[in-house]
């Protein structure tokens, strides 16, 4: 039985966000009831009113026990929404992800880096410096998480915070400490720490517009998940090199690792030469 079998979902497909959420607990066992406006008798009995002026409600009722009504127009709603997406991977696919990309998908503006807290769900849009661009590298290597080591390499991080006597990793601001962690927790907890302190120094360079001090920062980013969290791949180690060697400021794989992409922080003027340096070595790589 899928987690949300009994749950019946009311579609308001116009509604912001709407069509993803439905599509979301749809998968997760939910019954779908469609109603196109205007709304009539047919919506009574969900609970709260669910259009009222400008404001638009998603509403989900399980088994006529319980109603939810989520105002999509306001942050609460829209935070909402992206906890329920991260509790659909979680609970469904069996990746026991963060909420990283589902606020990125929600929050990310073009031109600009996003800046997270995920305990305090804090963000902040920051503009990247000017005449750069982000490019995607893709080889087309796939990946599956929950048959990765994903799952495990986020045990070790809580069993090296445990052993450290603190709630997370995060809360360690001293590298020296993960010394004393015995193998690989070593390993983890120091590439966890070292990358929040990249995380902060690259605000740091991006409030400076310094694209070059940023750039740097993904290149140490990308070795560290290669040699300390070891979540890289050879054929990605190539393409951060070979990228690095085309010009660009810095590069590192994307996402949780295991397969995927390289993001490449290339000046806007160098941009040509740079995907035709890479074509000559990679001829199936696309470049975005």
Known sequence: MKPLSGL????????LAGPLCTMILA?????????????????????PPFVE???????????GKRSVALDLKRPEGQEAVRRLAQKAEVEYVGVRCGI???????LGQPGQALFLDTRTLAYENLPLPP???VAVLDLGLGRRLAEAGYNRRRQEAEEAAKRLGVRSL??????????????????RARHVVSENLRVLRGVEALRRQDARAFGEL????HRSLAQDYEVSLPELDALVEEALRAGAYGA???????????????AESRFPAFREALARRFPDLKVL
């Open 8 to 15: 019946k979902v009311l579609d308001l497909s116009r509604v």
């Open 27 to 47: 998968d997760l066992g939910a019954e779908v009831v469609k109603v196109e406006p205007p709304w009539g008798d047919e919506t009574r009995g969900w609970g």
């Open 53 to 63: 002026g400008e404001s638009a409600y998603f509403l989900a009722v399980n088994r």
């Open 100 to 106: 990283m990309d589902q606020m990125a998908a929600s």
């Open 131 to 133: 005449g750069v661009r």
């Open 170 to 187: 995060r809360d360690v601001a001293d590298l020296c400490l993960v010394e004393s962690l015995p193998s690989p927790l070593d390993r």
């Open 218 to 221: 993904m290149t140490q980013s």
């Open 252 to 266: 590192k794989l994307t996402g949780a690792g295991f397969g995927g992409a390289v993001v490449a922080l290339v």
